[in-house]
Structure formats: C-alpha cells, structure tokens
C-alpha cells in the first residue's frame, strides 16, 4: 500500500486531532499515524501524496512532504 510522509507543525493534541480529522474524511486513506513528538504523519492509502499534503494543510498547520 502507497504512503504519504509529511512533516506537520503540530504543537499539541489538538492539531493531532485536527489533522486526524480531515485525513478521516479523506478518500482513499486506509490507515494513518500521526506523531506529536517528531511531527511526523504517515498516511497509508490510495489518495495521492499531492491530495493528502492539500488536505492536511487545511488544518492551518505549516505542512510539507518528509525529506
């Protein structure tokens, strides 16, 4: 299954739960992890990397692709 790695400038269980939300309203996202430490989010799923990185930058969060 394709993943989708984002850095997402989460500063606290609020945005974890902003950013949970709109990736569960998603399609094409089977499964997600979203760490609060590392600011890691790794999206598992059929959605594409450009539509997942627009969605979760809609929470507000300053939001860019792993690297």
């Known amino acids: ?26 399609e094409g996202v089977e499964s997600f992890d979203v760490n609060l430490e590392e600011k890691k989010v790794v999206v598992r799923g059929s959605a594409t990397p450009e539509a997942v990185l627009e969605k979760v930058a809609k929470t507000g969060k300053k939001t860019e692709f792993w690297s």
């Open 1 to 26: 299954m394709p993943e989708v790695t984002l850095r997402v400038d989460m500063m606290c269980e609020g945005c974890v739960g902003a950013v949970k939300r709109v990736l569960g309203k998603l």
